[in-house]
Each structure stands twice: as C-alpha cells, then as structure tokens.
C-alpha cells in the first residue's frame, strides 16, 4: 500500500525530471575561442539561462510531488495504525485539493522558518566583515563570525526539528497552517534529541 501510494506520484516525477534535464544542455555555459591577432586568441564564456530555468522546474517538481506524498501517507498511516482499511485513490481524495495547498503553503513557511537562522547569522557576519575591513581587528571578527555562524546552524536545526510533524497535523487532525506549525512544536518540545536523533539516521540510511 505505501509502495503504491508513492509510486502514483514518484513514478510521473521521475518521468517529468528526466524530461527537463534532458531538454537542458549539458553545462551552464559554453566558451567559444576566437583566433586574434598575432597568433594570440580570446575566449568568451556563454552562460545558458534554459539550464537554470530546467533545474529550478526540477525543483519545483519534486517539492510540489514530495508535499502530495507527504500527505498521502500521512493519511495511509493514520489510517493503518487505527485498524482501519484505505485504498491508494483514497489516500489522496481524503486530504482533498485544500489539504494539499495547506501542505504546499506549510512547506514554504518551514523553509522560510528554518532558514532564518542562516539569514540573520549571514547579515551579522557581513556586518562584522564591513567592520573588519573599517579598521576592527580580524581575529576578533572571525572569533564572533565564528560563533554567529554556529548559532545561526543550530537555531535553523532547531526549528527544523520542531516543524517535523506540521504534515500530519494538517491531514491528520484537520488542523490549519498556523496551528499545525504550533501543534508540532508542542508534540516535539521534551524530546528534540530524539526526533533529531531518528530523523539524522534515516537520513544517512536514504543517502547510502
């Protein structure tokens, strides 16, 4: 039932990626060398914009594809666990067109979120470089940019443990954006080691 559930939507995915990457080029510039004088020559680098447009059209694909399994199994596994018989059509149907675009709006404000951090520790560490450059010994900037950096690292992991379950309160328990965002806190705060812990090992195991 899981393997279907994905399947559904991973297999299209697979299939609309290929496409845009083998629509792409093969780099995301070409050179040209002209002849000059004296037996000298010049080359002139070429970037190619339907490179970049074809690799961010990938990563739409896969976030949008990604929301809509995410949600789906979310709803098999509820299912599933309370006993409970649901079809594949069904995983999909019972999170409804407006499941969905909460799921879509809910990732976006968990990147946002999660990627705060990295944006303030970013602008304070520019800011200790411009301080650097009017006359701040280095190795005082590069100790606090050290620091910052780190900081910045650890509140965007963090969040990103704590929004772990907004999915599941979208689908699960019918619960809106903002309060699906809170709902996951709450069920996080107390054991963020853990979820962390779980979701690190799962993540190595996916990538080898």
Do not use: C, M
């Not at 010049?42 to 970049?52: D, E």
């Amino acid at each position: 039932l899981f393997a279907g559930v994905v399947a559904v939507i991973a297999v299209p995915e697979a299939l609309i990626t290929l496409l845009i990457r083998l629509s792409q080029p093969a780099s995301p510039f070409s050179t040209t060398t002209t002849p000059g004088f004296e037996g000298g020559s010049s080359t002139s680098f070429h970037w190619h914009t339907s490179y970049f447009a074809g690799f961010g059209g990938s990563l739409l694909v896969t976030a949008v594809f990604n929301v809509l399994i995410t949600g789906a199994l979310a709803r098999v596994i509820s299912e599933r666990y309370l006993g409970r018989q649901i079809t594949i059509g069904e995983a999909y149907t019972e999170v409804g067109v407006g499941g969905f675009v909460s799921l879509a709006i809910a990732s976006i404000l968990t990147g946002l979120l999660t990627a705060a951090g990295f944006v303030v520790a970013g602008v304070i560490i520019a800011l200790l470089v411009f301080i650097a450059v009017a006359g701040v010994p280095a190795v005082i900037s590069v100790l606090l940019g050290i620091v910052i950096g780190v900081a910045g690292v650890a509140a965007a992991v963090y969040v990103w443990v704590h929004l772990q379950f907004v999915a599941q309160a979208i689908v699960i328990e019918r619960r809106g954006i903002i309060a699906s965002l809170k709902r996951s806190w709450d069920l996080i705060n107390g054991s963020g080691w853990r979820v962390f812990g779980i979701v690190i090992v799962i993540t190595v195991l996916v990538f080898i």
